[in-house]
């Protein structure tokens, strides 16, 4: 009986529907019964109005999908497209020979893993249209299986590419290894453009997009649609097709979290939403944490927590990356979409890989603003951050977070700042040393304060204000308004009195909460703070 009542309480949280998470594959969620949403229209767009497209976007966006659609669409499989808006767009349902890459699913630790994946995939597309003992290099190869593929259908072939870049952003900091990964695939990719007449499509996606000398110097007939307006929603879930595929998940889960339907598509839209792939575009959805939220009915950090972004902390620590800027950075076009070994800049693949989005743009200069695209990215990627940065291991992240926030709820500033000491202390030294210590060693101090005061945002109204490396901070609570100033090589003191000079407390006089001024000096000598005086 108990059993019994436990089944049924679990029917009742779990939706009915069967989500494709996980499922990459389109045949499998058109005859298993899985929930698609129809992106077949754009589909139909892609494959008759260009013949090369390059799309990026963030891991679990789809693109898999997308290329497994398209598979099925150049197969002419018309019984699976039953019911979706490319059944009543295309006419013919011809089968075309396809090649369909996947350099996802490898660990690419030397050229030698690059040259056996690829040796792999030309023997299979070789076992099938026939082979020449002639051709021996990946590149060769691959000229042949297209020429006889072609030659044996009488049919221009179809090229998909998934994750096109995969060796390349694993070698990101090893600058002679990628070296050794553009020559390879250069080479293969570069016969795209020499067999164009054999080729009715080819589609190659990534999470990041390599400019400079890239492996698409050569292929300059490739369209990237990345940030192009009509291709914004080919991935991810769009507010209209929340409402018209997932209403009825929105009133079961604000059922099973006991809030109102207004109030669970806020929460959705706080954590979900907000990817900007093109400027002026209404936000995407995350449909991996959406599919997964609905079938498990718990928002929880689906997307974040199926992958750890370690390429990307690597990266801030190893150019000395001010944090500050992940939350107000400004750049243009050619900056987002070039991504290359010697780069000193990690905007472009932290904005590639998702975790920065498109928040504004001025098209007057062509500037972009960057932000963090919703909850679920912001909150992640900064409590992934800490054990980078500071003593805290991961496991202990949650909690360390959570002491800070009841020590500021409750007023107790000296244990706040006690336990920020301590996160300070036992830094090691080489995580902020560098060619320049004392720099370092500020830049260090800040990004710590950043990734502390960024988390502690996330439970209280905390406001940042930055000049010349100094930073003001204000963080506000249901009883205590704390303003402080913080000091590099000075006093406590003197950071109080410019909050008093600078009348820092004046938007406040008739606040009815307690208003705490706060002055810090932290040592570079020390590499700790040193000093806090209250008023």
């Known amino acids: 009986y108990l059993c019994l009542q436990e089944l049924f309480k679990l029917q009742k949280i779990m939706s009915n529907k069967i989500y494709p998470i996980g499922i990459q594959n389109f045949e499998k969620i058109r005859k298993d019964g899985y929930l698609y949403v129809d992106k077949t229209a754009l589909v139909y767009q892609l494959a008759n109005t260009g013949s090369y497209y390059f799309l990026s976007r963030p891991r679990r966006f789809g693109k898999s999908l997308l290329l497994s659609t398209l598979e099925a669409y150049f197969q002419g499989k018309k019984e699976l497209f039953e019911g979706l808006a490319i059944a009543n767009l295309e006419k013919e349902w011809m089968e075309y020979p396809i090649l369909h890459l996947d350099l996802n699913a490898e660990k690419y630790s030397d050229a030698g893993a690059l040259e056996s994946i690829l040796r792999r995939f030309l023997n299979l597309w070789e076992d099938r249209w026939g082979k020449d003992d002639r051709e021996t290099t990946p590149s060769d190869r691959f000229t042949g299986v297209i020429r006889r593929a072609y030659e044996k259908t009488g049919r221009r072939v179809v090229v998909l590419v998934d994750e096109y870049n995969k060796p390349l952003l694993q070698a990101l900091e090893n600058a002679e290894l990628q070296e050794a ?25 990534g999470v990041t997009k390599f400019g400079k000398v890239s492996v698409f110097s050569d292929l300059n007939n490739l369209d990237d649609i990345s940030m192009r307006e009509p291709y914004a929603a080919i991935c991810g879930i769009t507010e209209a097709e929340l409402l018209t595929y997932f209403d009825g998940d929105i009133h079961k889960l604000a059922s099973s979290l006991e809030l109102t339907y207004d109030e669970t598509r806020s929460l959705l839209k706080k954590r979900y939403d907000g990817y900007h792939f093109v400027a002026n575009v ?71 890989s998702g975790y920065l989005t498109i928040k504004d743009y001025d098209s007057r200069f062509g500037i972009y603003k960057l932000g963090f695209p919703n909850l679920e990215v912001e909150e992640g990627f900064v409590k992934y951050l800490l054990p980078f940065y500071t003593s805290v291991s991961a496991p202990k992240t949650p909690f360390e977070i959570g002491r800070f926030v009841r020590e500021v709820e409750n007023g107790d500033y000296d244990a706040f700042f006690r336990r920020l000491q301590s996160f300070f202390a036992d830094t090691p030294y080489e995580v902020i040393a560098g060619q320049k210590p004392e720099r370092d060693t500020e830049l260090h101090y800040q990004n710590v304060l950043f990734i502390v005061f960024r988390l502690i945002g996330l439970y209280a109204k905390v406001e940042y204000h930055t000049s010349n490396g100094r930073i003001d901070l204000v963080v506000q609570t249901d009883r205590y308004i704390y303003i402080m100033e913080f000091k590099l090589n000075g006093s406590a003191e003197d950071a109080l009195r410019q909050i008093d000079e600078k009348r820092y407390a004046l938007p406040f006089a008739n606040d009815g909460r307690k208003v705490f001024k706060i002055g810090v000096n932290f040592s570079s000598e020390t590499r700790n703070i040193e000093r806090w005086v209250v008023e």
Do not use: C
């Open 282 to 352: 209404p936000g995407i959805y995350n449909p991996f944490s959406l599919l997964n939220t609905f079938k498990y009915m718990r928002p929880e950090d689906y997307w974040f927590e199926t992958g750890t972004p370690s390429y990307l902390v690597e990266l801030l620590k190893h150019t000395h990356y001010d944090l500050y800027e992940l939350a107000n950075t400004e750049t243009d076009a050619d900056v987002l979409n070039s991504i290359d070994s010697t780069s000193s800049n990690p905007v472009p693949v932290i904005y590639q």
């Open 181 to 205: 990964y553009r020559a390879i695939l250069k080479a293969f990719y570069g016969v795209l453009k020499t067999m164009d007449g054999y080729i009715r499509l080819a589609f190659l996606t």
